[in-house]
């Protein structure tokens, strides 16, 4: 494939990107991403995948702009319109609010989430799953011990009780959804460091006088980051699930932030009459957690064509 | 070379060799320590909750007097260590503490509803087995073409669903608008308490009492949040499948078997599954043990009177000591099953052994 597409492609940029004799690392590095963007791109699952994230990420940045009404004002009047009302093309809820305004303001709420998440649960992982792996010895077996006792609990019912215990919100959900989903990062990056740990250049860095701590950070984490980026976009649609559950119990974003999970509760009373209160924002869910199942997928396919295909 | 030795005499004699017990007893002891891990999880859960355990039992009108006497009584004076001695022992004993909502022990509150969640995951599993193992061997036949895609997308669509907006929206469209299926909870509201309990399963105590009417009554509502919270169940052990038989169709025995003549179907059904079945176990309890998890969601939708139903309830009302009693019962099914499907597949599968 790589010959093929050496031989036929144009000079200049692409030229540089396809190379097989790249001049630096950085080149070798963007050869390697260019190279695995071709074939996710040629994947057309996964490109929906990718659009719905981008579509998710450019309503929660300009929400406030395209969306028709305020999200939170109230107009009694209104309540409970069907969908395709006048100035509510979603309808409204019980309390008149405009459910598409809602919805579009709710986008960055689950980005917010989603990034709280990805931005805590994969570090504390990779610094457990390095520290372990490079270690060796009792700190290796103590860490593993620890990873697998946590990677056997129930993880939802454990979250639960950590939002129960520590008090509802979107800040505690997150706490709790991380501190109960770093154990596959840690078996990860375990894996990859005991991996590098033998290699000569690490061995040269040793030689050359760099400490544990810089060798771990410097070197090894970021030759684990890839593999746990992929892990962290197949789990998050998992992570939304539970976001928006723990939303729908009532222990997540508090009323009246507009979180799909609390609409949906919300919406719940008035299910047989008013069907359209619970299934949008359920259908918001629906949506951008496909997205993310659609585009983990593919990168699996990429990168382990053992277990897709 | 020993170790290969021992592993053919084992095979030969058919009997399990010193290795096996070995490693059964390291499982073990992973065990112990994964139940150890869980309850001070729990443990510390109880204690750094915004709730001032004391207070919630003597009330916030008490006297100074009165407040330290109920601490004493509750043993919060003793260190920490201390105290997380005598709650391994309180739970090992199958003392979990009081529910403030009913006020009777949590344990035996658990041990009423229990069996109403069993009855729903065993229920979701087996449309898991049913639908998803032929779905995954299809899959995996016509690799690449329509049906996997089918069966693929269909797969992502489970893993993508909230289960509860599955669950409502079922409600919506087989309850609300066809009438096919009956409503929430366990049974319709005459029948409630008709059934003399035996094994806790409606489906099970009506047959034996010979009841047809009350058991076509708990079926009809029992279908609609099993399908709901089978469909993640079918999503899982179909891609599972699907991956294992992938494995194995690419082995030489199965070109031998389609060499000396055998039929496609006798290859695919009869050779090849039959070796996927063994890490299927493991599958199967896995997703076992996730239903019984799942269904806190299943339950809330369906006010199905499980313990998902009873530990959402329980948080509403802050009542910690039944949230964490349901969690570590939650807990050791899963630890439980984990230590099964190991076991079970250790003695399945000889080279384990």
């Known amino acids: 494939m790589t010959a093929k597409t050496v031989q036929t492609c144009e000079p200049g940029l692409k030229a540089w990107l396809t190379t097989d004799t790249p001049r630096s690392r950085g080149q070798a590095r963007m050869v390697q991403f260019y190279l695995g963007w071709l074939s996710l791109s040629r994947n057309p699952l996964a490109m929906i995948g990718l659009a719905i994230l981008l579509a998710l990420i450019v309503i929660s940045a300009i929400a406030p702009w395209i969306s028709p009404h305020d999200p939170l004002q109230q107009t009694l009047a209104n309540r409970l319109l069907p969908p395709g009302s006048p100035g509510h093309l979603l309808g409204t809820d019980e309390l008149g609010r405009d459910i598409l305004s809602r919805l579009l303001h709710g986008a960055s709420i689950t980005l917010y989430i989603v990034t709280l998440v990805a931005a805590t649960a994969p570090v504390l992982g990779l610094v457990v799953g390095t520290l372990a792996g490079y270690a060796g010895g009792w700190i290796d077996t103590v860490l593993m011990r620890l990873t697998d006792i946590f990677l056997a609990f129930p993880r939802l019912v454990l979250a639960l009780a950590f939002v129960a215990a520590l008090g509802p919100g979107i ?3 997150v706490l709790a959804i991380a501190i109960t989903s770093w154990p596959p990062y840690a078996r990860l990056a375990r894996a990859e460091t005991l991996t590098i740990r033998n290699q000569d250049f690490i061995s040269a860095i040793r030689l050359q006088g760099a400490s544990p701590a810089r060798i771990i950070a410097g070197h090894v984490v970021p030759l684990c980051l890839s593999s746990v980026i992929v892990r962290v976009t197949l789990d998050m649609a998992g992570i939304i699930l539970t976001a928006a559950g723990l939303g729908f119990l009532g222990l997540g974003a508090q009323p009246p932030i507009p979180e799909w999970g609390a609409m949906i509760s919300a919406g719940r009373k008035f299910l047989l009459d008013q069907w359209w209160v619970a299934t949008m924002p359920g259908l918001a869910i629906f949506v951008v957690s496909l997205g993310f199942n659609l585009l983990g997928d593919g ?11 | ?9 084992g095979r030969g004699t058919g009997s399990l060799s010193p290795l096996f017990f070995k490693r059964v007893l390291k499982l073990v002891s992973t065990i112990a320590a994964t139940f150890l891990g869980l309850l001070f999880v729990t443990f510390v859960i109880g204690r750094v909750m915004p709730i001032d355990p004391v207070l919630a039992v003597v009330g916030d009108k008490a006297s100074k007097e009165v407040y330290e006497a109920a601490r004493v009584a509750m043993g919060l004076d003793q260190p920490l260590y ?6 391994i022992r309180d739970v090992l004993s199958g003392d979990l503490g009081n529910s403030l909502l009913t006020s009777r022990p949590v344990a035996e509150d658990i041990a009423r509803v229990f069996p109403a969640t069993l009855e729903l995951a065993t229920i979701a599993t087996i449309f898991g087995v049913v639908f998803g193992i032929p779905m995954g061997v299809v899959a995996a036949v016509h690799r690449g073409r329509w049906p996997d895609q ?5 797969g992502l669509f489970g893993y993508s669903m909230p289960v509860f907006w599955l669950g409502l929206i079922g409600l919506l469209v087989f309850y609300g608008i066809l009438g096919w299926v009956g409503g929430p909870g366990r049974l319709d509201i005459f029948y409630e308490d008709t059934v003399p309990q035996v094994t806790g399963a409606i489906l099970i105590d009506s047959l034996l009492a010979g009841d047809l009417e009350i058991f076509n009554n708990a079926l009809s509502h029992i279908i609609l949040p099993a399908s709901v919270l089978g469909y993640y169940s079918i999503a899982y052990i179909s891609r599972m499948t699907r991956s294992f038989m992938l494995e194995q169709l690419s082995q030489e025995y199965v070109t031998t078997a389609r060499v000396k003549g055998l039929s496609e179907t006798r ?7 039959g070796n996927v079945m063994v890490p299927l176990i493991t599958v199967i309890a896995l997703s076992y043990a996730q239903l019984l998890e799942g269904s806190v969601l299943t339950e809330t939708v369906f006010a199905w009177p499980g313990l998902g139903f009873y530990i959402t309830n329980a948080l509403l009302s802050a009542d910690m000591a039944a949230v964490l009693g349901g969690t570590i019962v939650v807990g050791s099914v899963f630890v439980g099953l984990n230590l099964l499907s190991d076991l079970l597949y250790r003695l399945v599968d000889p080279r384990a052994r």
């Open chain 2, 82 to 87: 201390v105290q997380f001695g005598v709650y």
């Open chain 2, 267 to 273: 290859v695919i059904w009869g050779h090849a599954l």
């Open chain 1, 299 to 309: 990168l699996r396919d990429i990168l382990d064509p053992r277990s897709g295909q």
């Open chain 2, 1 to 9: 070379m020993t170790s290969l030795d021992t592993t053919k005499a």
């Open chain 1, 171 to 173: 800040e505690n959900a």
């Open chain 2, 150 to 154: 089918v069966i693929r997308v269909a």
